[in-house]
């Protein structure tokens, strides 16, 4: 496979442009900046000889009522030879919200370069990917190489929050642009210490809101108190029995449906690179839930939990209030992983908090809604197309990658595999250091360089799998 001809300057410089646009999904007066985002992505594939398309996949309504377009999702195609296989790529170039008084050391919208790394908003989730990718094919087209392997993209502006439009256009356009696709590549996660890895796995998440309301208005705690059963006190108490103080979760049900720990599983997780010291010295904390890497890792990537996220309607401005909140909503989320079910988990959760809030005997009243049922994806990690990256890696880092799952959602893999029936492989550059979604995200000049390299190298490989 070709080396990078594609000097690192040109790679930063596009970076940077790409950095400076504010493609902010969850600001809708940033809108336009998004548009721009989409229209600079499809003019780049353009430029490098992609067949490109803008589907547009309509509108998002606000919560005032009314309704935005959604930024267009990009498509291109590089080659059509049908006696090679497809591969498509996923990536997305919205951002999180960044400001520069949230913490950052620099401008979040301008790319700086220190020590090596590239620091700016969407650095590593999930721009510096998108163009390592892109920058894959205009290796090949600058060498004059043909492409091992057909190569499609589909880019999304909306996967910050929550992807809108992209599940319809995808059932939309199963038997056109998916048709001939063999393999579906995404880049959009991080390795979980130096050494790389591929994913083969991600939990899903329910989400809930648990809504306890008593009187028709707040009251006053002088006046009142001690004559009412009060709302926060039953919505504490309830809460308090989704999880133990060890971690157990005490939902019927919920436990018993986790697929079993096999001995091979255990092994896998035993192998991987992980310092459970410098985790717990990132985070701040001096215990965690596990003192050993297995039982930690597969608390965080294989079992679910419980997270108690906040409470609407409390008093929680700085200061004294003597109130009685009159109505008080908790949200809570519960991490899914193989074999639980949303679906199962609504009527387990349901059904259990009601039964405790009857032991309450209070008049107040339970309403408990799911408003997120996000499914978890698991690939097998001995299929040809992770051995292809395994190639790949060893060809590039000359290292054998660790194989690990990841804690969070990332809900389109699991859409592409029920839609499209295609095997998935997640394939990360980024650094377990980036600082996705948080102050100061990066990626390394490294990374971002050697990323590319490993993409082109992943290629070949795939261009060389058997044929099944």
Same mark, same amino acid.
């Given at each position: &496979? ?9 790679s930063v ?12 999904? =969850?600001? *809708?007066?940033k ?7 989409m $229209?600079?992505?499809a003019?780049?594939?353009r ?8 589907v547009d ?6 919560p ?16 059509e ?10 990536g997305?170039?919205d951002v ?10 620099t401008?979040?919208?301008?790319l700086? $370069?220190i ?6 908003r969407?650095?590593?989730?999930n721009?510096?990917?998108v163009?390592?990718?892109i ?16 190569v ?12 809108n ?12 642009f998916? &048709?001939?696709? $063999?393999?579906i590549?995404?880049? $959009? ?24 309301e008593g009187?028709?208005?707040d ?8 004559t009412?059963?009060?709302?926060m ?14 971690g ?12 079993h720990?096999?001995?091979?599983e255990?092994?896998?997780y ?7 010291e ?7 904390? &001096? ?9 930690l890792l597969?608390?965080r990537?294989?079992?679910?939990? *419980?997270?108690i ?7 929680? =401005? ?6 009685i909140?009159a109505? *008080? ?6 991490r ?5 079910d ?17 032991k ?5 009243k ?7 049922g996000?499914?978890?994806?698991l690939?097998?990690? @001995? ?5 292809a990256g @395994? ?8 290292v054998?990658?660790d ?10 893999a699991?859409?592409?595999q029920d839609?499209t029936?295609? &095997? ?10 980036d600082?996705l979604h948080s102050?100061n ?6 990374n971002?360089?050697e990323?590319?390299?490993l ?6 490989e795939?261009?060389?799998m058997?044929k099944h």
């Amino acid at each position: &496979s070709p080396s990078s001809c594609h000097s690192c300057s040109d790679s930063v410089q596009t970076l940077r442009q790409w950095i400076a646009v504010e493609s902010d999904s =969850s600001d *809708v007066t940033k809108r336009s900046d998004l548009h721009r985002m989409m $229209d600079m992505t499809a003019e780049k594939l353009r430029l490098i000889g992609g067949s490109v398309e803008m589907v547009d996949v309509g509108t998002q309504t606000l919560p005032n009522g009314s309704s935005i377009a959604l930024p267009k999702v990009v498509t291109a195609r590089f080659g059509e030879d049908p006696s090679k296989r497809t591969v498509c790529v996923y990536g997305h170039v919205d951002v999180q919200p960044a400001k520069k008084e949230d913490g950052w050391a620099t401008d979040p919208y301008e790319l700086t $370069d220190i020590d090596g790394n590239l620091y700016g908003r969407g650095a590593s989730d999930n721009k510096a990917p998108v163009l390592a990718w892109i920058h894959t094919v205009e290796v090949y087209k600058a060498l004059n190489i043909d492409l091992p392997v057909n190569v499609k993209f589909i880019i999304e502006g909306m996967e910050e929050t929550g992807s809108n439009g992209l599940d319809d256009m995808i059932v939309a356009q199963k038997d056109s642009f998916f &048709s001939d696709v $063999d393999y579906i590549i995404i880049s $959009d996660c991080v390795w979980l210490s130096k050494r790389p890895a591929l994913t083969y796995g991600t939990r899903g998440n329910c989400y809930f809101f648990a809504e306890v309301e008593g009187p028709k208005k707040d009251l006053h705690s002088g006046v009142y108190g001690g004559t009412v059963m009060e709302p926060m006190t039953d919505l504490i108490g309830i809460l308090d029995k989704l999880i133990s103080p060890s971690g157990k979760i005490l939902i019927p049900g919920i436990r018993e449906a986790v697929a079993h720990l096999s001995d091979e599983e255990w092994k896998m997780y035993q192998d991987i690179e992980f310092d459970l010291e410098s985790y717990k010295r990132e985070i701040g904390l &001096s215990q965690l839930m596990y003192s050993n890497k297995v039982d930690l890792l597969a608390h965080r990537w294989r079992h679910p939990t *419980v997270s108690i996220h906040g409470i609407e309607g409390a008093f929680s =401005s700085p200061g004294t209030k003597t109130v009685i909140p009159a109505k *008080v909503i908790a949200k809570f989320s519960i991490r899914q992983v193989p074999n639980m079910d949303p679906a199962m988990v609504e009527k387990q959760v349901t059904d259990y908090l009601h039964s405790v809030f009857a032991k309450r005997k209070s008049p107040n009243k339970l309403n408990v809604t799911m408003v997120i049922g996000a499914k978890p994806w698991l690939a097998d990690p @001995k299929h040809p197309l992770y051995e292809a990256g @395994k190639a790949a890696v060893k060809r590039v880092f000359a290292v054998e990658p660790d194989l690990i799952r990841e804690g969070g959602t990332i809900p389109i893999a699991r859409s592409f595999q029920d839609v499209t029936g295609k &095997s998935i492989i997640m394939l990360p550059i980024g650094g377990f250091d980036d600082g996705l979604h948080s102050q100061n995200e990066k990626i390394s000049r490294y990374n971002y360089m050697e990323g590319t390299k490993l993409f082109i190298a992943f290629l070949h490989e795939v261009s060389q799998m058997e044929k099944h």
